[in-house]
Antibody
Framework: EVQLAESGGGLVQPGGSLRLSCAASGFTFTSSWMHWVRQAPGKGLEWLSRISVDGDRTSYADSVKGRFTVSRDNAKSTLYLQMNSLKAEDTAMYYC????????????WGQGTLVTVSA | AIQMTQSPSSLSASLGDRVTMTCRASHDIRDDLGWYQHKPGKAPKLLIYSASTLQSGVPSRFSGSGSGTNFTLTISSLRPEDFATYFCLQDNTYPYTFGQGTKLEIK
């Protein structure tokens, strides 16, 4: 069974940093492109980032480019999102997602980890 | 960025009803669209990919149609477990973008 479990969320002050993790199991992590998506309270979903199977290709939404960095450790089957220079508007539930093998759509998601940016 | 306009934002229906919701893309996205079901505190679940292909394990009462800019998700006969929020996602062009969601509630 495919499972994705996010962790690392919490309360952080504006300007601070946080690193989210996404532990993957139940599939061949080294064969899957991965994504980060977030949903701010009362708002719609926002795609943030995508990373290739070996981590050498990444893409970002303009809203986080230069502040967030996606990476992966294939030996640990873990995806990361390093978030720097956090702003109040980064407050959201953060989800990781696995990309389909036969499509570029996300097929499996985690349950999310909540990040709150507040003084 | 491609804008995805989803409607309605909420929908009230009864068990056994047929319901339809739509997503409209601001540009042609071919059939690069998925539909998801999301329940509070749970991971979103993929229902339909490539606009009309049923994901493995998803009941056949769910169906998707459309291409280009207009897409539809239909649930043919509502069951209790179907009351949730549904959203679309386009993966044709970066950045991927989502519809705002349709909250399906029991009448």
């Amino acid at each position: 069974e495919v499972q994705l479990a996010e962790s690392g969320g919490g309360l952080v002050q504006p300007g601070g940093s946080l690193r989210l993790s996404c532990a993957a199991s139940g599939f061949t992590f080294t064969s899957s492109w991965m994504h980060w998506v977030r949903q701010a309270p009362g708002k719609g979903l926002e795609w943030l980032s995508r990373i290739s199977v070996d981590g050498d290709r990444t893409s970002y939404a303009d809203s986080v480019k230069g502040r967030f960095t996606v990476s992966r450790d294939n030996a640990k089957s873990t995806l990361y999102l390093q978030m720097n220079s956090l702003k109040a508007e980064d407050t959201a539930m953060y989800y990781c997602g696995r990309e389909m093998v036969t499509d570029t759509l996300i097929d499996y998601w985690g349950q999310g980890t909540l990040v709150t940016v507040s003084a | 960025a491609i804008q995805m306009t989803q409607s309605p934002s909420s929908l009230s229906a009864s068990l056994g009803d047929r319901v339809t919701m739509t997503c409209r893309a601001s540009h042609d996205i071919r059939d690069d669209l998925g539909w998801y079901q999301h329940k509070p505190g749970k991971a979103p679940k993929l229902l339909i990919y490539s606009a009309s292909t049923l994901q493995s394990g998803v009941p056949s009462r769910f169906s998707g149609s459309g291409s280009g800019t207009n897409f539809t998700l239909t649930i043919s006969s509502l069951r209790p477990e179907d009351f949730a929020t549904y959203f679309c996602l386009q993966d044709n062009t970066y950045p991927y973008t989502f519809g705002q969601g349709t909250k399906l509630e029991i009448k």
